[in-house]
């Protein structure tokens, strides 16, 4: 067999057209598309950050500055650097409510909020619901109808309450499931607090006295 090629196939000529041309063009228009139409047409607000910066927090009325890093929750501000330990870390994922507090009115898990965000809000905690010496209704209502255990899901579950109690006056165990539905009990006392949120809502006057 001749192991020459055929004559008309080697002076065949090469198309213009190739892969790694081909890709290197598709490489330049990207370029071109980065830096022209998908370019943003602001510059971004500065970040906060990585290293602390002073902040400040209304946490029950009162003032507190902080130098803290923009990572830090609202959650590890009040405990690790307030000394306010009432909120508690057990999920750690906006899950369980045992880290309830209220944020200008509105219940939040403070493990999902940042420190920094928080700032010109009022900030609620369950150290700061009653005047000293005297317990909030909801937290009365609990030690009477024995709506805790082991305790870590218990400031969170009187926040949430005291959060819905201040808008809402539920008329069943049913309304208060509802509305409470945002908090776990590992130790499984439902009944007492649906019981207690009930008899503090009638103390409270629906919702009125918050």
């Known amino acids: ?17 190739s892969r790694r041309g081909f890709l290197g063009g598709v490489g330049v228009g990207g370029g071109v598309l980065g830096s022209g ?10 970040a906060s950050g990585p290293a602390a910066v002073p902040i400040t927090l209304k946490i029950n009325g009162k003032t507190q500055n902080l130098t803290l890093e923009p990572r830090v929750t609202l959650l590890d501000a009040l405990r690790n650097h307030l000394d306010l330990t009432g909120a508690k870390r057990v999920c750690d994922r906006g899950t369980c409510g045992a880290c309830t507090v209220i944020l200008n009115g509105r219940v939040v898990y403070s493990c999902t909020v940042l ?23 909801v937290s009365a209502a609990f030690v009477q109808h024995d709506a805790q255990q082991c305790g870590y899901c218990t400031p969170g579950f009187v926040m949430a309450a005291k959060g819905y109690l201040d808008r809402h006056a539920p ?13 776990l009990c590992r130790c499984g006392t439902y009944v007492g607090v649906r019981q207690a949120v009930l008899e503090a809502s009638r103390e409270m006057k629906g919702g009125r006295n918050a």
Do not use: W
């Open 37 to 46: 139409l998908l370019s943003p047409v602001a510059e971004a607000a500065p």
């Open 115 to 137: 420190a920094i965000d928080a700032q010109g809000k009022e900030i609620q905690t369950i150290e700061g619901i009653a005047p000293a010496g005297k317990l909030h209704p």
């Open 171 to 183: 008329k069943s165990i049913e309304d208060v499931e509802k509305g409470l539905g945002g908090n």
């Open 1 to 17: 067999m001749s192991s020459k090629k055929d004559p008309d196939v080697s002076k065949k000529p090469r198309s213009a057209f």
